[in-house]
């Protein structure tokens, strides 16, 4: 859900050049690859669906993650984004759980990661079996 549709528009095709799928009042979608990002404006879409237009927005609602093949096509990327003014939250860097990312926001506060696999993959990180969180009791 988003706030101004233009601004969707113009984030998604101008910065992050992906193909407007569809266009209509208050709403648009666009293709990535195996995806289908869908953006409607929040009252356009409460007023049409029923769906509460609730007031402001308290912390993050979701992070979209987006594996690239390689830490290079990473590196690159981010180069190419930058040059197109996104702002990134940091450089990438590599993380405990083996992977480099990177991290921007839409217009809308939408957390975007960036990521690749270091070395070796995801490792045992990612397995519940070996890092569950303790329940206590």
Known sequence: ????IEDTVAFYTGKLGLALRRRAEGFADFEMEGLTLAAWEIGH???HTGVPNRPGRAGHKVCIALELPSVAALDQLYQE?????IA???PPADH???ARC???YDPDGT???LYAWLEGGPGDYHDPKKHRKS???
């Open 1 to 4: 859900l988003v706030n101004n």
């Open 45 to 47: 879409m409460s007023g």
């Open 81 to 85: 984004l930058l040059a197109k003014g």
């Open 88 to 90: 990134f939250q940091a």
């Open 96 to 98: 405990v759980w083996n």
């Open 102 to 104: 990177a991290y921007f």
């Open 111 to 113: 957390v975007w990661e």
């Open 135 to 137: 329940t206590g009791g």
